[in-house]
């Protein structure tokens, strides 16, 4: 079986206490899609790929694709 899907999302963080050299509030969004996939009765897994509209709170500023996946086996 397999049932694709397509996604977007955003967030922002805010920060209590202000440090010097770092933003009040920060905020990301990013789309995409993939695919959940199940193989027999034992296998399972899942690809995704994501494109940040924004660089991504905590990380160097790259909108690079990125792609995840994963499976498991019950």
Do not use: C, H
Not at 4 to 17: K, L, N
């Amino acid at each position: 079986t397999v049932m694709p899907f397509v996604f977007g999302d955003a967030g922002r963080v805010w920060q209590r206490t202000r440090f010097l050299g770092f933003e009040p509030s920060q905020s990301t969004a990013s789309a995409g899609g993939g695919a959940w996939l199940n193989i027999g009765r034992q296998y399972a897994g899942f690809i995704e790929i994501a494109k940040p509209f924004e660089p991504i709170v905590g990380q160097s500023a790259t909108r690079s694709v990125r792609v995840y996946a994963g499976v498991s086996v019950r």
